[in-house]
């Protein structure tokens, strides 16, 4: 869904930067309380410690799994947009600066989407998709039991309604400052319908992922603080009766870390991150060629006509692509590999600078 430069007319571009930029600052902020707001845990570091690299390692995830682009119906394509899957993993204000720097990344180095249309592109693929994800989320967590498979169960339905919330936010933006004259009901039907299905695949993707990290390492996902084991119960004469809490353990004879299995962190960190080069330097020379969902709607309804040539077209990484590099699948993984690469670098150096920027004002 990312939209070029032609799309949107340059008020409405202007006003969209204006918004970005300011959910940016509100989300820095935010950001550093979601980076240093977890206790300690197992492994005796404070929360920043922990979620800043993971932090940089979802931005990298999600550039990766982009690049995927999965069939969905007749000529058509999708992508994950990612707002859901960061917003659980890392929390909305993270989640929001993750989106963007993806987006940034992909519209300098790969002149995907457009840069003067950055601010459509955050506003509606970062912010909106994030807001409306992480709202969802919190609203089925309060009426579901608490427990792992909730918090898979949430995630899936986040996700799955954040697309089509994504697609209303263009029609709108669209209603707006279109520049081509087309039928706003058309577009609606349109954008609305394809992304539907491509919810699914957004769905099914963010729960796949949130429940294999809170299967290994529930205390890293922001969506999950808070999730107490159930108490064990005992029916007594046909009524649950709540046992009694376990004594401590001695501080002198502290449970064995052989008795609570779990993935260090930098094993997990290193994982993620070979999964992502995997997934963009390999798995991505099978995807879907055919045009995503906002690529299809455009070329078949003229709102393409008036699209403007990318500023960074003559990248030497444009279109997943390394210049000069003859073959196609060494060219397109190649260019994922680097993607990865540079988004990780420069979403770690984001989040870091922000956690640390949280030291002098606890102090």
């Known amino acids: 869904m990312h939209v070029p430069d032609g799309f949107i007319n340059a008020p409405v571009s202007a006003a969209t930067g204006v918004v970005a930029a300011c959910a940016i600052a509100v989300s820095l902020r935010g950001a550093r309380r979601e980076l240093a707001g977890t206790a300690l845990a197992g492994d005796g570091e404070p929360g920043g410690e922990r979620t800043a690299p993971l932090a940089g390692l979802v931005a990298a995830f999600i550039f990766a799994v982009q690049m995927l682009n999965f069939p969905v119906a007749a000529g058509t394509s999708g992508h994950l947009l990612g707002g859901a899957l960061a917003a659980i993993l890392v929390g909305p204000c993270t989640g929001v600066l ?128 808070g999730l107490t084991r159930q108490r064990l119960r005992l029916r007594v004469d046909g009524e649950l009766v709540d046992l009694p809490d376990a004594p401590a353990a001695p501080a002198a004879d502290p449970e064995p870390a052989a008795a609570a299995p779990r993935t260090s962190r930098r094993a997990l960190w290193i994982t993620g991150l070979v999964t992502s080069l995997v997934l963009a330097g390999f798995v991505s020379f099978y995807a879907s060629a055919n045009p995503d969902g906002l690529e299809k709607v455009a070329a078949d309804h003229g709102i393409d006509k008036t699209v403007e040539e990318h500023a960074s077209a003559d990248s030497p990484l444009a279109d997943y692509g390394v210049k000069d590099v003859g073959d196609a699948r060494l060219s397109g993984g190649l260019a994922g590999v680097i993607g990865v690469g540079a988004t990780v670098v420069a979403g770690s150096a984001v989040f870091w600078a922000v956690r640390r920027r949280r030291a002098p004002e606890a102090s």
């Open 98 to 225: 993750c989106v963007s720097v993806v987006l940034l990344m992909q519209g300098i180095l790969f002149a995907d989407g457009g840069l003067t249309a950055l601010g459509v592109n955050i506003t509606d693929m970062a912010i909106v998709t994030t807001v409306v994800a992480y709202g969802v989320f919190r609203g089925l967590l309060k009426v579901l039991p608490r427990g792992r498979r909730s918090i898979t169960g949430a995630a899936f339905v986040a996700a799955l309604l954040s697309v089509p919330a994504a697609a209303v936010a263009f029609t709108l933006l669209y209603a707006i400052g279109g520049t081509t004259d087309v039928s706003l009901g058309k577009v609606a039907t349109a954008m609305i319908g394809v992304h539907l299905l491509i919810g699914i695949g957004e769905a099914v993707i963010t729960a796949l992922t949130v429940g294999a990290v809170i299967a290994v390492r529930p205390d890293l996902v922001y969506g999950a603080r």
